[in-house]
């Protein structure tokens, strides 16, 4: 791959000189702002330019944020930035992404690029929030060295986010937005089409032998008849369980392509926004009212919010004061996302769409916990509301032209209300009748349904972030050609969180939703009921040495005090912190301004040289109170399951320290014809120690796992960016770029004597850290093949399977491939986005199910009724290994067929393995500009329109049958919306597993209206 790279990156460099070459420079009318005199706002809101700037960094504007529509800023990113690699674990109406730079750090701990917006230390979930029209710039710190100021909190990179201000012009200026985006279900799992409704050994409804199987109405299984079988293909027939009246519904005993596709609706999303801005020569006011509303492609699931910025500043001689107040009101309402493994357990001759009114009991299968979706939809909700208010304030005092004071305060607080319900329904309590068949008298508890009992749980949770820095700044020319800037400081954090939260089962009225009327209490140890509050302090030092405006130094020294370290011996009140340095130096080159030779050079134009060095650590592995006994620990358990006087049984060592990141990075920036060509590459080699994550102990010792560090890991990787503008005038422009971005991660070392450590297992596969594998990775249960690779057989015709666990693949991708275009004539111009990433692995757990139900393609790509022998397979003979010929089961029949995939198959976990190789087109959009001649006479200062689409068009590995989205795979287990409760039982980093909850993927076109006045 490092030659195909290097080919496709000389081959587009030397045809790009042939372009550029063709065009003279006279016809080049738009004039280009040199890479050095871009100014880039860094950590702690200290500008610098971007000759100046150690480590390899990206700057995106508003523009690129905005010309897809994309309601959240951070997706808008994707694909744009080397390096960046976002997911999004939820796919719900109120989608979350994760943002990591570089790979991980941390088998544990939150490998999540810190995010800040304004200056002031933030969250992934409100850069998401916040309308991508009023961010002025997201400028992405990739390497340690930019976040090193940050200490503990920017180990990971930093995403630092810039909101808009007003204008110099002392005129009003109104802008209105207005967009409206549809959405619909794009990819779903390929399901065999030769197979339809019925079970094996089922004659109760239709006593039929169809070659070995019955036809069952009712049945969530494909093992029914062949569709091609003469005695029963094309017939009308009754489909599910009897409605109210007794009536079936029916439908042709035929396949339907995508049948449950239908259950989604086209979604429809709404952006409107209004910013007025106005400004002068000392001051600035800006303010923007926007609007989201999304109703999603599941019936009901909607989010609306409402977002309120304004920020203003104002000189007052040399005293400055600027402000942000940010105010984010938003409510969702969903249903359970786990509806979707009903859906795909749906023989593929049954339109779910028939089933809209037909209630729990009238359901197109028996079985099935909530077997009809649509009752789902009406009678099991989550419905969230978060109010989120951010106030802003920074002063600065300009003491002289040399010395300066500011001090920024940002307060942050989010409530949060969470309710969920489910009306519950006592299938006990029902009987079908009036249909003239067996199933009169019978309900669901007869065929092994069990009653859904009614809940209600409500969580109220507040939160409190304080974030404050204290700089004094020095700017001196030490001589003509030495100057310095340094900033000393103070800076801390302090974020304080309560839950609350109380339900339980047995609503006495039903659809009145209150704790009053839940009849059985949970018991509150099993809900979140936490009340927490984390700090950090350090003090801090930057300094930025220039020499002749061509060499640059920087260095930075925090040192900083985590109270997750902090400690309480029992019986006293004294917490003792460890406070511990954290340090990186660095320094570029610019040849082109030091070189008589290369100055003023007419093709290498531009030439930037850095080098750094980091130590930073994190602690985001180490939970809070974790080292503290007294407050951190409230044992429940003996007697009666409440507060208890139990010894803790999962303890964290006393002693444990942060994780240490010991980074070492090397970049160059080269612009080539006055920036018509500019390429940019990195590399870095991390090296991390002390590890965190659980071990377990001897049992001698009264407790189950200890937390502590325990081993050593390497990061290391390259990227490479290019941009090309091979024609530029006034009327027309033509960009393109590309970047190509490359980490790995590897577990060198783990303390114990152990080689694994495990985040996330389930009986045959699961997501761990090993020694000397990359990091996180897939492992789980094998067939046993022979020196061949043809799978070993037992005398049965079953496979036979290792009994360690084996490799099945990384999560992380060998490398990231990015594209983006743009071309510009007058008033058009069209652009699009598009990124491949390949060499990843995922679980489709769908798989399980598909596997059971018969909806497997190999699973229906034979005759069932001769049975199945397992492809490429052998049995050893005689001591040699020899074709097997021995059916699965022993049996030739199609009862052996269901037992095989329905038990034997799903056990192993490299059945699950799947192929995350992806090439997705991110973006297409098309704007049209008014010309100003249009409105010189109108009170219409600009007015814009544009059509866009998003994931217009993506493609899969052939093995990932559109099982899932390999962006979508979860951190975490089996999802539960309940307030108060997890979502799973996987740490951050068990990334790899994609749950039946992930909704499929979606795409979306759009029309965008934009005008200023």
Do not use: C
Not at 159 to 173: A, M, Q, R
Not at 303 to 315: D, P, T, V, Y
Not at 432 to 452: K, Q, R, V
Request: glycine content about 10%; overall charge neutral.
């Amino acid at each position: 791959m490092k030659k195909l790279t290097t080919g496709v990156l000389t081959l587009v460099l030397s045809s790009s000189l042939v372009v550029v070459n063709a065009q003279e420079t006279k016809k080049d009318t738009v004039r280009t702002q040199n890479i050095e005199e871009v100014v880039v706002t860094g950590a702690l809101g200290i500008k610098k330019k971007q000759d100046a700037v150690i480590g390899s960094n990206a700057v995106i504007k508003t523009d690129e944020l905005k010309k897809a529509g994309n309601p959240n800023a951070v997706l808008a990113l994707t694909g744009k930035v080397s390096g960046l690699q976002i997911n999004v674990p939820n796919s719900s109406v109120n989608s979350q992404a994760t943002i990591n730079l570089r790979g991980q750090r941390s088998i544990t701990g939150d490998n999540g690029a810190l995010v800040v917006i304004d200056g002031a230390i933030s969250t992934v979930a409100i850069f998401q929030q916040l309308p991508p029209e009023v961010i002025e710039s997201v400028n992405i710190i990739k390497g340690q060295q930019g976040a090193a100021l940050y200490g503990s909190q920017g180990s990971n990179g930093a995403i630092i986010v810039t909101t808009k201000k007003g204008s110099n012009s002392e005129k009003i200026t109104f802008t209105l937005s207005s967009n409206i985006d549809f959405s619909s279900i794009y990819k779903l799992p390929k399901v065999q089409q030769r197979y339809g409704q019925g079970w094996v050994g089922e004659p109760d409804f239709d006593p039929t032998d169809y070659n070995g199987t019955n036809f069952v109405p009712y049945e969530n299984g494909s093992w029914g008849p062949e569709y091609s079988n003469p005695a029963i293909a094309g017939q009308i027939l009754p489909i599910g369980l009897p409605q109210a009246d007794g009536s079936f519904i029916t439908g042709a005993y035929a396949p339907i392509k995508d049948n449950f596709k239908k259950f989604f609706k086209t979604g429809v999303l709404y952006q409107n926004g209004i910013s007025m801005n106005v400004g002068g020569r000392d001051s600035y006011a800006f303010l923007s009212l926007n609007r989201v509303q999304n109703d999603f492609v599941v019936d009901q699931d909607q989010l609306k919010r409402n977002n309120i910025l304004f920020k203003a500043g104002k000189k007052l001689g040399d005293f400055r004061i600027d402000g942000v107040f940010n105010l984010i009101d938003q409510r969702t309402s969903e249903t359970d996302p786990n509806l979707y493994n009903e859906l795909l357990n749906t023989p593929t001759n049954v339109d779910v769409t028939k089933f809209s009114h037909s209630g729990a009991m009238g359901a197109w299968t028996v079985y099935g916990h909530n077997a009809n979706p649509y009752w789902q939809i009406e009678n099991v909700r989550y419905d969230n509301k978060s109010t989120t208010f951010v106030g802003n304030l920074k002063a600065e005092y300009e003491i002289n032209k040399n010395i300066s004071v500011s001090y920024l305060a940002n307060m942050r607080t989010l409530s949060t209300l969470g309710e969920s319900h489910n009306n519950g329904f006592l299938y006990s309590q029902n009987k079908w009748a009036n249909s003239g068949t067996f199933l009169d008298g019978l309900n669901p508890t007869d065929f092994g349904t069990e009653d859904i009992i009614s809940n209600y749980y409500k969580s109220i949770g507040k939160t409190f972030d304080y974030y404050g820095d204290l700089l004094v700044n020095f700017n001196y020319d030490l001589t003509n050609d030495i100057n310095m800037k340094l900033n000393v400081g103070f800076n801390n954090t302090d974020v304080s969180t309560s839950v609350v939260t109380q339900g339980g089962s047995n609503l006495q009225i039903p659809g009145f939703y209150h704790i009053n009327n839940v009849q059985n209490l949970d018991t509150t140890s099993n809900l979140a009921n936490t009340q927490s509050r984390r700090r950090t302090v350090a003090g801090l030092a930057n300094l930025d040495l220039s020499y002749k405006d061509y060499l640059y130094v920087n260095s930075t020294f925090r040192y900083e005090g985590n109270s997750a370290t902090a400690t309480r011996p029992t019986g006293t009140d004294e917490f003792r912190t460890k406070s511990l340095p954290y340090y990186s130096v660095g320094a570029s080159f610019v040849p082109t301004k030091a070189f008589d030779v290369l100055k003023n050079n007419d093709v290498l134009n531009y030439a930037k040289i850095s080098v750094g060095y980091t130590k930073v650590g994190s602690a985001a592995a180490i939970p809070t109170y974790g080292t503290d006994e007294v407050t951190g620990l409230i044992p429940a358990g003996f007697p009666f399951n409440v507060s208890s006087f139990a010894i803790n049984r999962n303890p964290t060592d006393p002693d444990i320290k942060p994780e240490f990141t010991y980074s070492k990075e090397a970049s160059i920036q080269l612009g080539f014809f006055k920036d018509r060509i500019s390429l940019g590459a990195a590399v870095y080699d991390l090296k991390v120690t002390d590890l965190i994550t659980r071990k377990t102990t001897s049992s001698a010792a009264g407790i189950s796992t200890f937390l502590g560090n325990v081993g050593d890991m390497t990061n290391k990787g390259q990227e490479f960016d290019l941009e090309i503008v091979p024609f530029r005038s006034k009327d027309f422009e033509w960009k393109l770029s590309s970047s190509y971005s490359s980490y790995k991660s590897k577990v060198t070392a783990l303390d114990g004597g152990v080689d694994r450590v495990s985040l996330l297992a389930y009986a045959p596969y699961g997501v761990y850290a090993k020694v000397g594998e990359d990091f996180p990775l897939i492992m789980g249960t094998t067939y046993q093949r022979d020196d061949q690779g043809r799978v070993i057989v037992g005398a049965n015709g079953i496979p036979l399977v290792n009994s360690d666990l084996q490799v099945l693949g990384k999560v992380n991708p060998d490398y990231i491939l990015g594209f983006s275009t743009s071309f510009r004539y007058k008033g058009f111009t069209l652009s699009g986005t598009a990124d491949y990433r390949t060499g990843n692995s995922f679980v489709a757990t769908v798989k399980n199910g598909m596997s059971q139900n018969g909806q497997l393609e190999e699973s229906a790509n034979f005759d069932r009724s001769q049975g199945y022998i397992v492809p490429n397979s052998v049995q050893l003979v005689g001591g040699a290994y020899v074709t097997n010929t021995t059916p699965v089961n022993g049996v030739a029949n199609y009862s052996s067929v269901v037992n095989y995939f329905g038990a034997s198959y799903p056990a192993v976990g490299e059945n699950y393995i799947v192929d995350g190789t992806a090439l997705k087109i991110r973006e297409i959009a098309l704007s049209y500009t008014l010309p100003k001649s249009l409105l010189q006479n109108t009170f219409v200062n600009s007015m814009s329109f544009g059509i866009y689409a998003r994931n217009p068009f993506v493609w899969y590995a052939d093995s990932n049958a559109n099982y899932a989205d390999p962006e979508t795979t979860s951190n975490s287990g089996a999802i539960n919306k309940q307030p108060g409760q997890a979502l799973g039982t996987g740490g951050p980093n068990a990334n790899g597993i994609a749950q039946t909850g992930q909704y499929p993927t979606t795409r979306t076109y759009g029309f965008s209206f934009s005008a200023t006045f």
